[in-house]
């Protein structure tokens, strides 16, 4: 079974262009997940989508971020303009169901690493 | 605010040794705690999982202890191999909620 699967795996922009990152999540997963993780802090939760419709997006730092899952598929995270605080890696992640202590855990992608110079 | 923490940034170890990475969570109603691995160029990958109504849970090779009292969980990686070089993240979830909290991440060394 194909685990989460992110695209790009790097990148690399100057600063005020745009990047668009995409997720494919575990096959039946409809819980999908956006964290990211800035140089030398924390994993930190950007925002959750339940099939198409996004549960939470709390966690996204401004405007300029745009999260999309069309379709309940494949989810895309678009940052417009990209600004040099935004480089890091961002995660994906997916679960059948939301994680709770029955033990529904969540599983992370390899990661997009973006670099913004 | 809520918030998951590791005492030691960088732990180094024999190889074959016993590794523990401590971890220390703030929300008492955290009920569910799980650790990650996560290699170079790698995402987070899950290790081990524990309860709130558990104080122990063994794993291949790992062990991870809840101490509710002082809010406080470690990993115990039995004689630590090469490739347990990684950094590990602790996370905690609360009960109906979607999301981890996670700590900054110990990275494990194992010396040959």
């Known amino acids: 079974e194909a685990g989460v699967t992110q695209f790009p795996s790097h990148s690399v922009i100057e600063k005020g262009q745009t990047v668009t990152l995409r997720c494919d999540p575990i096959s039946g997963h409809d819980n999908l997940y956006w964290y990211r993780r800035v140089m030398g802090k924390e994993i930190k939760f950007l925002l959750h989508?339940?099939?198409?419709?996004?549960?939470?997006e709390s966690g996204m730092p401004n405007n300029r971020f745009l999260a999309e899952r069309t379709g309940g598929t494949y989810s895309t995270l678009k940052v417009q303009p990209a600004e040099l605080e935004d480089s890091g890696v961002y995660f994906c992640?997916?679960?059948?169901?939301?994680?709770?202590?029955?033990?529904?855990?969540?599983?992370f992608g390899e990661g997009s690493w973006l670099t913004v110079v | 605010g809520e918030s998951v923490g590791l005492h030691l940034p960088t732990l180094s170890v024999q190889e074959g040794d016993n590794s523990i990475i401590n971890c220390a969570y703030s929300?008492?109603?955290?009920?569910?705690f799980i650790w990650y691995k996560q290699e170079s160029g790698k995402g987070p990958q899950f290790i081990i999982d524990?309860?709130?109504?558990?104080d122990k849970r063994q794993g291949q090779r790992v062990t991870v202890l809840l101490n509710k009292t002082v809010k406080h969980l470690s990993l115990q990686i039995a004689a630590t191999q090469p490739g347990d070089s990684a950094v590990y993240f602790c996370?905690?979830?609360?009960?109906?909620?979607?999301?981890?909290?996670f700590g900054t991440g110990t990275r494990l060394k194992v010396l040959a």
């Open positions: 996370a905690e979830n609360k009960g109906g909620a979607y999301k981890y909290i």
């Open positions: 989508f339940v099939k198409e419709s996004k549960q939470d």
């Open positions: 524990i309860r709130s109504n558990m």
């Open positions: 929300n008492s109603a955290s009920d569910y």
């Open positions: 992640a997916s679960s059948q169901q939301p994680p709770d202590s029955s033990g529904n855990t969540i599983y």
